[in-house]
T-cell receptor, first 117, second 111 residues
Framework: DVKVTQSSRYLVKRTGEKVFLECVQDMDHENMFWYRQDPGLGLRLIYFSYDVKMKEKGDIPEGYSVSREKKERFSLILESASTNQTSMYLC????????????????FGPGTRLTVL | GQNIDQPTEMTATEGAIVQINCTYQ??????LFWYQQHAGEAPTFLSYNVLDGLEEKGRFSSFLSRSKGYSYLLLKELQMKDSASYLCAVTRNQAGTALIFGKGTTLSVSS
């Protein structure tokens, strides 16, 4: 079974703090993703990575950065947390689409509910 | 542009059949996914369609029409545990790596 784990289920931080959210997957997947999920807005892509040290901006990258030093680990960094970054953060991973394959299903971690006070 | 539309909420009773529709626009289609998400939990994969037609998997089926930019998820013999949000997602480009998600349809099943 694919397993994606996130470092914390719940996190409370103060405005201005630097926040690290860690994600680890054990399926040797090339691709990893960070989303945030807010009521009425659905899942929105923050950043994704298709290889070690590679990253691509998603729809809402402002205020965030990422790090992928090892294939299994993808970190989301809030450089200076703000109250509007209070949200549920979900990490996902997927294998790279290959010729003859018909799926690059994303598998999600349990999520981190971050509250910024 | 890229856009996904699905109804916000639906209600149904146990044992019934419900169809959740999804229409989409994307710059590079390479597949459509349905996920289920129970309250407070992560989304879990339900189905994947890349060719036109119906894919059946137990009580759940998913249909795709690429020419119409349309899909539906069909849930049969509804159970209380099917109360959840159902998310439609499509690939953003031909590489198929990243997805764009709809806002989800919250299904409430009552007895």
């Amino acid at each position: 079974d694919v397993k994606v784990t996130q470092s914390s289920r719940y996190l409370v931080k103060r405005t201005g703090e630097k926040v690290f959210l860690e994600c680890v997957q054990d399926m040797d997947h090339e691709n990893m993703f960070w989303y945030r999920q807010d009521p009425g807005l659905g899942l929105r892509l923050i950043y994704f990575s298709y290889d070690v040290k590679m990253k691509e901006k998603g729809d809402i990258p402002e205020g965030y950065s990422v790090s992928r030093e090892k294939k299994e680990r993808f970190s989301l960094i809030l450089e200076s947390a703000s109250t509007n970054q209070t949200s549920m953060y979900l990490c996902a991973s997927s294998a790279t689409l290959r010729a003859g394959s018909n799926t690059d299903t994303q598998y999600f971690g349990p999520g981190t509910r971050l509250t910024v006070l | 542009g890229q856009n996904i539309d699905q109804p916000t909420e639906m209600t149904a009773t146990e044992g019934a059949i419900v169809q959740i529709n999804c229409t989409y626009q994307t710059s590079g289609f390479n597949g459509l996914f349905w996920y289920q998400q129970h309250a407070g939990e992560a989304p879990t994969f339900l189905s994947y369609n890349v060719l036109d037609g119906l894919e059946e998997k137990g009580r759940f089926s998913s249909f795709l029409s690429r020419s119409k930019g349309y899909s539906y998820l069909l849930l049969k013999e509804l159970q209380m545990k099917d109360s959840a949000s159902y998310l439609c997602a499509v690939t953003r480009n031909q590489a198929g790596t990243a997805l764009i998600f709809g806002k989800g349809t919250t299904l409430s099943v009552s007895s």
